[in-house]
């Protein structure tokens, strides 16, 4: 990887006093297993929650809604009826839309409606794993290669390391080109692309993913920061944020010797702090 890229550092970095300003609504169709996670976290990080996830309402709070993120982590048949009213209407509307197909590969139900849902809407980022990433870009002839998830989390054979960063670059760059979005990539290394400009984040803590919800919050922040922000920009800061507050969190916690119920409380303090100051001094954003 090349040089800390300060100029996308400090350009992304100026977006959270937006937020802040903006407070903009996310409208959140989420799971019920980290719903109130994902609804602090977006509080914290500056925008405005709104859970509602009932099929009847979902076209009015498209409508109010800066953003609205879908996330298919609890698949009941009314959700994902409102998933995919979501889905027409956010395109009706030119809302932007973010996406997390969680365990799409695992089950039939979860396949088909991740390929509704992004064939009903013009979806503005797809946030995964990289296994769930994956087999989005089967679904839609990107790559041959699939490999089924552990449940929510990536298979192991398929965790980012330096080592096949420059195939998963590729990979994401060509799912966003095929689907004009933008393609974000979360694990050790996280990796962001739309299909034009692709960039690598080196932050984050092995303690994030011994929580469960930390997938399901970031999927919100960038929620709440697609809607003041383009989409590339928003995938960028929303990922930064939620690393950096990770890696805080997580040395908070070891030097207190405490354990994870704590990290999950240092990590919304810690987004509710973020600002530009601690993106620059703690982001590793590299272009790639």
Known sequence: MNEIDTQ????????????????PLTHCITNYVTINDCANAVLAI???????????????????AGATIVNIGTLFDDQIKSMEIAAEETKKT?????????AVGVSQIRNEATKNIIDKSA???????????????????VTEESTKSKGVDAADSDIITRDNIAKNVELA???????????????????????????????????MPKITGSGCMLTCILGAFAAVANPLEAAIIGSLSLAIA?????????DNNQGTGSFR???????????KETI?????????
């Not at 760059?173 to 979005?181: F, G, H, M, R, W």
């Open 46 to 64: 500056g925008g405005s929650p709104a859970m509602a996830d009932t099929s009847p309402e979902i076209a009015e709070f498209v409508q109010i």
């Open 173 to 207: 760059k060509n799912l966003a080109k095929k689907l004009n979005t933008v393609i974000d990539i979360s694990g050790q290394l996280d990796i962001i692309s739309d299909g034009e400009n692709s960039y690598v984040i080196d932050n984050g803590d092995a303690m």
């Open 8 to 23: 996308m550092l400090e350009q992304s970095s100026e977006i959270i006093q937006k937020l802040r300003d903006e407070c």
């Open 94 to 102: 030119n809302t932007p839309f973010v996406l997390d197909p969680v």
């Open 265 to 275: 409380a240092y990590l919304i303090d810690e987004l509710s702090k973020m600002d």
């Open 280 to 288: 620059m001094k703690y982001g590793k954003l590299y272009k790639y």
């Open 123 to 141: 979806v503005s980022i797809i946030r995964g794993n990289i296994s769930e990433i994956k087999t989005v870009a089967k679904f839609y002839d």
């Open 246 to 254: 990770g890696e805080l969190a997580a040395k908070t916690t070891k």
